[in-house]
């Protein structure tokens, strides 16, 4: 049996008086690949934020590799190997795609490890290579959406949390993303916690599922129950 | 014609100082959207820290200059820790770092006045040689003007680009928020700006010092230009903070040829309310969504 | 003694500057940094008219206030347009060219000499030629300027103005037309210090570029925070504090110079530790009741009545399921990417209609057309039957269609009932010239809306909290003020972005029941909502919208048990 990585246990976050998330215990095991689904304000942002530490958690504790992480700072949670990818545009959209890789290694300390984390995003994403001297922001959606990814990559991170990456995508593009989370997961190694709305395109990467509803968890476990679309909708 | 060649070289020589106030205040405003008025009179202090050390020691003009960029660099990095700082810990709505940046602007500007007296300083004995390109005039401080813009600007430019530092700067200007997700520290990307900015500000204050003389009040017009020059350039550019500050010197100046010289500020409002009415993002300033 | 009246004096006409300054950046929340430019106008525009034209007294006075008015409605059309720092930096450049023009305009204003020779005000014989004589004309000034700011503040007008302060888009969705706001307050602020103005030019006989730099519009500024913004007899004690005390430091001896330096770099360092330490200044804005020309016996005596839900939807009336609000083949693009296309919907009296969707399908962006915050592209918009053009939010709302916000926007500085309040349709006390001339009307028609919210907020069962300021609220009774105030605006279609998302499953049930009588009651309802729960137990219509067009319009149930639209939800 695989230990966790990063786990959470009764956190609940919010913003202000509003408290968006209550006692949430979730755990990612080393590893694995889970995905949290959940409508529209179910928390699951605000979840996510609050674990990486740009929120301040209103209760309960964040663990990562067994270790007690709760309200570290983002920087902290970057150098200790986590690394998140914001909903929407998790990129500089001003700066190019070579100077966004370049500072997503940003919080490396061994400037050695970059040339070959490059290379592997590379590997991964050609088309970043192609459009290394281009705006980020005049990339497409996807290109965007790879670029955003492969930031996170250079800081070589352990656990990767991922807010909604196909939103806005293409259905083709969701795949394209879809499949190179499962490289990354497969190759690397790293643990994947991904936040999702497209249920289609990510159950089948995921090792686990989590469904959330008004801040509560209401289905844990394996994700192939979940195919059954009418019945997901039942639990939205 | 001769008088509008020498009006063109005019405004180059006053575009690069106004240019290079522009690039130290942009700076500071793009990265923290700080409007930091206390800019014009840390300007005004960097001026007479000059004329202290190269007019009243009578030590060399770079020593001054040395001096003048510490002092400078005291002063904003102070003004961050000690006005701007709090505030931003506490939350505090955008308006009250810029209500407190007045109050740091009236207090250091007639700090000025109680240390220095209100009179002029200038720096006696200078030697400077006069240039003649054609008709138009102007003297080795003007060149040094021009020469400080594309020094400084240049090596700036260099900065953002190659440096780990620079880097996160064009980041947190870009999107504070995002910066702090790459693990940017960004309170010390904010001291390191307005360590620079004001440092920059050091510049343009020690030569207008040779040129003019340092006088206590000199610092509004300062922030003023540096503040048009930006919003006309766009902000977050430094490329633009440079345009504007140029664009602004060369219509004041070519202005002149038809407007008597005391609406030298008439000048430069027309431009900066045109430009908001017509194309608010300015000169280079972009418009995401 | 003469010094003494001396210093009332010129409390008197900062008392006059502060608060007019205080109307523009505490209640209306628009920092312009010009205010010693309206103050120069009106001290130039007297010497002007007094001295050269030589015409008697009322005249200057009116042609000072007149002159500066007009100058703020000329500067504040297109500076408004433009907001935050772009404010700061167009009122500053206003600012300088005033000083600029004064100190240029040699032949009209005299230039750096300025004008000396201002007659003295006389009244049948008598001059006000010495502090305690002109004391009278500064105190009656004075009196009268305060009691403009006091009638403006604490009128409807002036609540408005407050809530656009707090959010803009919030206030013009509740019906508010924002321009006319900034433009009216701009004038009566600059007309108030060129008040101030020509009384400075009267008290010295003599007016000078000098006494009306950007170091005097600091000068009030700091005035007015530590009084406290938003709060006016905090800018008459601000004004009272920082013209007393440089006095105290005369006392010390101190080269005059050095004197006038250090008055100013205690004035900076006030401004600085009172941002830092008491941010709300000494005396903190008022909330509440005491914010308003009311007291709380008005506010309880009409607590009595118990009406029911039938008064307060009174004009609502007309058969259930008629179509009130429609929008035909509605379009909208943003720089190529198409947002909406060819999106239609039909809200009907007395039901609600739930639109859902996946992310991104265009569900706020369809409720942004519907309600004036964008236009269509093409496409029309048919209330009751008859086509609307483009019409901004404010005229909409008066026309019967109200939105409320994701975010909420509720005005958190204000107290409950005033967010309901600000909200009530054709308000008199909105229009300037009522308050100040109609004030019978203004008043009545108060009592009658202070009846009319707390009605509204014992329907949605706020009315404990009636007093209470909005940013003490639970988030569900936030939700349940969203609900109140749009309920307010009287319009007949409320379009809702999420009213019940972030709630626990226990408030929802809580809240059902009164977003359920607004339809019974005659209301066309329409909520975006993600949870599908909601959904199920709310709505009688759902459209289902995907790619910006309406994919299917039926029954919660029945589009829920459809498998293509399951698939298209989750994509």
Partial sequence: ?236 | MDLLFQLLVTGVINGSHYALLGIGFGLIFATTRIVHFAYGPIFTFAAYIGWLVAGGMGLPVWLGLLAAIAGAVILGVGSYLLIYRPLEVRNAPVLVPLIASLGLYIVLENLVGILFGSGVRVVEDLDYGIHFVGPAFFTSIHVWQVASLLLVGGALAAFLRWTRYGKAILAMTDDPEMARVIGIDTVRVTLLVFAIGSAVAAVPAVLILLKDGASTHMGFAAVFMAFVAVIVGGVGSLKGAAAGGFLLGLVQSLGLWQIPTEWQNSIAFVLLFAMIMLRPEGLFGVRWR | MEYFLHILVMVCLYAILASSFNLLIGFAGLFALSHAAFYALGAYATAIVATDLGLPFPLPLLVAVAFAAAMSVLIALPALRVSGHYLVVVSLAFQIIVLEVILNWSALTGGTDGISGVPKLAFFGWALDSPGRFLIAAAIGAAACLWVCWRLAHSPFGRALRAMRENEAAAEAVGKNILYMKVTVFAFSAGLAAVAGALFARYFSYVGAQSFTIDETIYILAMVILGGTGNLRGAVLGAAILVALPEALKFVELPVDIADKLRLVVYGAILIVILRFRPQGLLPEPQGTRAMSLSAAQLHGTGGAAEGDGALFAGSGGAAGQVVLEGRALRKTFGGITAISDFSIALQRGRITGLIGPNGAGKTTAFNLLTGFLQPDSGEIVLRGTTIGRRRPDTLVAAGVARSFQDLRLFTRMTVIENVLVALPRQAGDRILDVFFRPGRVRAEERANIARAMAILRFVELDGQAQESAENLSYAEEKLLVVARLLATGAEVLLFDEPLSGLDDTTLREIFPVIRRLAENGKAVCIIEHNLDVIKELCDTVCFLDEGRAMATGTPQALMDDPDLAQRYFK
């Fill in chain 1, 1 to 236: 049996m695989s230990r966790p990585i990063l786990e959470t246990r009764g956190l609940a976050a919010g913003y202000g008086k509003k408290r968006v998330v209550q006692g949430i215990d979730l755990a990612l095991q080393d590893g694995e690949v889970l995905l949290l689904l959940g409508h529209n304000g179910a928390g699951k942002t605000t979840l996510m934020r609050t674990i990486f530490g740009l929120l301040p958690p209103q209760g309960g504790t964040v663990l990562f590799d067994g270790r007690e992480i709760t309200g570290r700072t983002p920087a902290a949670n970057v150098a200790d190997g986590i690394a998140f990818v914001p909903q929407g545009h998790g990129i500089f959209r001003s700066l190019t795609v070579r100077t966004n890789l370049d500072l997503g290694g940003f919080a490396e300390r061994d400037a050695a490890e970059l040339p070959a984390r490059l290379d592997t995003v590379f590997e991964l994403f050609p088309i970043l290579q192609e459009r290394a001297h281009q705006i980020g922001g005049t990339l497409s959606g996807g290109q965007q959406q790879m670029l955003a990814i492969g930031m996170a990559l250079m800081h070589g991170p352990r656990v990767l949390i991922l807010d909604e990456p196909s939103i806005g995508l293409a259905p083709n593009l969701v795949e394209r993303v879809m499949q190179s989370i499962v490289t990354i997961n497969r190759r690397l190694g790293t643990s994947i916690l991904m936040v999702e709305q497209n249920v289609k395109l990510s159950l089948p990467i995921a090792s686990r599922a989590v469904v959330l509803k008004t801040g509560a968890v209401v289905y844990e476990g394996d994700p192939e129950p979940l195919t059954d679309h009418v019945r997901l909708m039942q639990l939205f």
